[in-house]
């Protein structure tokens, strides 16, 4: 069974992080410096915020989940219907180690499919590797439609962006936010 998932930018987390415990009477699942999450079952969402990033508001959308097989699906689906899909592999990123692909919609949106293999205790365990067509990257994992007609190409949990954020990286073709 899948699992919805919305991460937003945020700029205070401690005051989102109050507003979203009363919205969902329930207490984050996680919490970090820097980071929030929730999993609830009703309804069923993986629902994060976090301070990495260079706008507040929509970071990026996704289904999560349950095993490796629903997630080949998806992926499946993706290839079928010719999308450009980024695909990452096993990575690391929002304090888990997933295995991942995205998708862009047209407007620019980042679709994250993922299956979460495990916890980790940072927020990404290392650096993105230099790729051809990657553009720097703005928030914690998604990716951002590229200023030119190119799909972008991802080989690491921060995906390729159009800007740099302060509080996640410096403008270059790879990024440290992660």
């Not at 970071?59 to 699906?73: K, M």
Request: charged fraction near 20%; include cysteine.
């Amino acid at each position: 069974m899948k699992r919805f998932h919305v991460h937003i930018h945020v700029e205070d987390l401690n005051a989102s992080i109050a507003f979203y415990e009363r919205l969902f009477s329930a207490p984050a699942t996680r919490v970090e410096a820097d980071y929030a999450k929730w999993m609830l079952d009703d309804p069923r969402i993986n629902f994060a915020i976090s301070t990495r990033g260079s706008q507040p508001g929509l970071d990026h959308l996704g289904f999560q989940t349950d095993t490796a097989q629903e997630l080949q699906v998806l992926k499946d689906q993706a290839n079928n219907a010719e999308m450009a899909l980024i695909d990452e592999g096993e990575t690391t990123c929002c304090y888990a180690q997933s295995e991942k692909h995205w998708i862009l919609d047209p407007q620019g949106i980042a679709w994250e499919h993922f299956h979460t293999l495990g916890n980790i205790p940072v927020f990404h365990e290392q650096a993105p590797v230099m790729a051809q067509d990657v553009v720097s990257a703005t928030a914690c994992c998604a990716p951002r439609a590229p200023q030119t007609d190119k799909v972008a190409a991802s080989t690491a949990c921060c995906s390729p962006a159009t800007s740099a954020s302060p509080s996640c990286a410096p403008s270059s073709a790879t990024s440290s936010c992660c």
